[in-house]
């Protein structure tokens, strides 16, 4: 008899997921990340940058928010390399390296390293953003080092 071998489901972000309510406060972060761009929010009242995004700012009571461009570089601020996969997807992508990466005003955004040994992460390494295209609504933002992390 002939088996037919299942790929492991790859976890991602949805509009079925139990954070669904979220999907549209996230929105604007998605389609950036469409465009190869990082969005986050703005506080109108004190210009400080809120991610991740909220309904409110938590900086002025009552004050609104606005979605503006940040960059897609910065350094790492934390890291943890992953030895042993708790979702069958990454049994075969174990060590790998997630990484904090703090793009400048208080921004930092959580993803996975790529186009690098991961145990060669370091704190303060210069990182720019990957944007992987998974599907028509959804854009992983993954980093690598900046010249090759040298």
């Given at each position: 008899m002939n088996q037919?071998?299942?790929?492991?489901?790859r976890p991602l972000p949805n509009r079925d997921s139990d954070w669904s309510r979220d999907w549209?406060?996230?929105k604007p972060f998605w389609e950036g990340t469409r465009e190869g761009k990082l969005f986050v929010q703005e506080c109108t009242a004190t210009g400080k940058k809120i991610w991740p995004p909220r309904f409110l700012s938590p900086y002025e009571p009552g004050s609104e928010v606005k979605w503006v461009e940040v960059g897609t570089r910065g350094v790492?601020?934390?890291f943890n390399i992953v030895h042993r996969s708790f979702y069958p997807y990454f049994n075969d992508q174990v060590p790998y390296a997630l990484v904090v990466v703090d793009v400048g005003d208080g921004v930092r955004f959580l993803g996975n390293t790529?186009?690098?040994?991961p145990t060669k992460v370091k704190i303060g390494m210069e990182m720019e953003a990957v944007f992987e295209k998974v599907d028509d609504?959804?854009?992983l933002v993954q980093w690598k080092p900046v010249n090759g992390g040298n």
């Amino acid at each position: 008899m002939n088996q037919v071998e299942m790929q492991p489901i790859r976890p991602l972000p949805n509009r079925d997921s139990d954070w669904s309510r979220d999907w549209n406060l996230y929105k604007p972060f998605w389609e950036g990340t469409r465009e190869g761009k990082l969005f986050v929010q703005e506080c109108t009242a004190t210009g400080k940058k809120i991610w991740p995004p909220r309904f409110l700012s938590p900086y002025e009571p009552g004050s609104e928010v606005k979605w503006v461009e940040v960059g897609t570089r910065g350094v790492i601020y934390t890291f943890n390399i992953v030895h042993r996969s708790f979702y069958p997807y990454f049994n075969d992508q174990v060590p790998y390296a997630l990484v904090v990466v703090d793009v400048g005003d208080g921004v930092r955004f959580l993803g996975n390293t790529v186009g690098m040994d991961p145990t060669k992460v370091k704190i303060g390494m210069e990182m720019e953003a990957v944007f992987e295209k998974v599907d028509d609504e959804v854009t992983l933002v993954q980093w690598k080092p900046v010249n090759g992390g040298n």
